[in-house]
């Protein structure tokens, strides 16, 4: 289906259609009500009150902006592409758009598909083949080609639609909160409608954060408390690690893997976002993610050996260890994290605002540098072009 979209480039010019805005409109930046990578983190994306903004990575940089007669609570982007899924939120008590999720081609200007439901959208996840919406207390999974329904869970009391999939080609692995309080449900799903459950006792405390790597065999876990963070084999529920962020309570705001689950970083409403260095074993990922490549049965191509993961982790199997490296943030805004293509780099995205790179020692650790740093509210450039 993204073969007849556009594939978004850096160096497009804003074609949008309308007369350009003056100085005067563009003054008073917008609100900021989500902020979100893409799949591969080459892009991120801000859901405004205004409509939404699309931003490169590397190089940073504004690739284009639109602006609606509506307030966007939610957006999802479907990867390097012109297709969003967009839910809305309007001041108006008779219209609840935040139950609604409009799926959007930016190039042809139009909305090709929409999900109607009775209780407002919690998040947005989307896959190459499917569209995951997350209500209060249930998960519903769409084939994206016609939209047609293909699973439904249900899950414990989600106000932050906690839900993450996996992103490769195959079968996709699903985490979710579960039905019990600390519990994480893992669900393995097929179009045709088969699925295996794994129920994971991660904490003692509400879950509030979830990570999965791109193949969904590693799970990343924080609760309520905030002071620790646990790392599981998806599949089977093993624990793998279990790193220590402080020892003060904190609300725990992002959690991303290194494409090699080599790296762990999160943030916080601490202000600082750490590194972890994970003990997985990164060569039985590579070679697991070639066999995914080929057609094979579920067991070969979903298994993974937990005695290869934790090969050389067992004697420290129970001890929480702390962060590598820190990187220092101004306290009061939401910032997520994700890991850049370049090694050992970390970009901090803010509602306030803010785009941060940052480099980290894999050696020495310590202090991160930070390598870039701009507020995309405050870029005259953001709002200059024609709308």
């Known amino acids: ?23 005067t ?16 983190n080459t892009c991120f994306s801000a859901a405004t009150d205004r409509g939404f903004l699309v931003f490169n990575t590397d190089p940073y940089g504004l690739l284009f902006r639109r602006d609606f007669d509506a307030s966007l609570s939610l957006l999802s982007m479907f990867f390097r592409s012109e297709v969003f899924v967009l839910v809305g939120c309007s001041p108006s008590l008779s219209t609840n758009t ?40 249930k998960i519903y999974v769409y084939n994206f080609s016609d939209l ?14 906690l839900c993450e999939v996996s992103q490769v080609w195959g079968p996709m692995v699903l985490a979710c909160p579960g039905l019990q309080k600390g519990t994480v449900r893992v669900e393995i799903l097929e179009n045709y409608g088969s699925k295996r459950s794994k129920f994971i006792n991660a904490h003692s405390s509400n879950i509030t954060c979830l990570a999965l790597t791109h193949d969904g065999r590693i799970l990343a876990t924080a609760s309520s408390k905030g002071t620790l963070i646990r790392v599981f084999t998806a599949l089977d529920g093993a624990l793998i690690q279990e790193v220590r962020r402080g020892a003060d309570r904190a609300e725990i705001y992002s959690l991303a893997f290194s494409s090699t689950a080599q790296w762990l970083a999160v943030s916080s409403d601490k202000g600082t976002v750490h590194v972890f260095s994970l003990k997985v074993d990164s060569v039985v990922l590579e070679n697991d993610r070639s066999s995914n490549a080929s057609e094979s049965p579920l067991s070969n191509q979903l298994a993974l050996s937990s005695f290869s993961i934790l090969k050389g982790v067992l004697p420290k199997y129970f001890s929480s260890e702390w962060s590598v490296a820190q990187f220092r943030l101004p306290e009061g805004s939401r910032y997520i994290v994700a890991f850049e293509q370049q090694k050992n780099t970390v970009m901090i995205i803010g509602m306030d605002g803010s785009f941060r790179r940052c480099k980290f020692d894999p050696v020495n650790g310590g202090h991160m ?17 024609s709308v």
């Not at 870039?372 to 200059?384: C, G, I, P, R, V």
């Open 1 to 23: 289906m993204s073969s007849s979209y556009q594939t978004l480039s850096h160096s497009d010019p804003d074609s949008s259609p309308g007369p350009p805005r003056t100085r």
């Open 369 to 385: 540098i930070q390598l870039e740093d701009y507020n995309f509210l405050k870029q005259e450039e953001t709002f200059s072009k």
């Open 148 to 161: 047609k329904l293909l699973h439904q869970l249900e899950t414990t009391s989600n106000p932050k639609g």
């Open 98 to 137: 935040s139950t609604k999720a409009l799926l959007w081609d930016d190039h042809a200007f139009r909305c090709f598909g929409e999900l109607n439901f009775r209780s407002p959208i919690r998040s947005i996840r989307i896959r190459h083949d499917a569209v995951i919406v997350t209500l209060l207390h």
């Open 25 to 40: 409109q563009i003054q008073i930046p917008p609100t900021i009500h989500q902020l979100s990578f893409n799949q591969d």
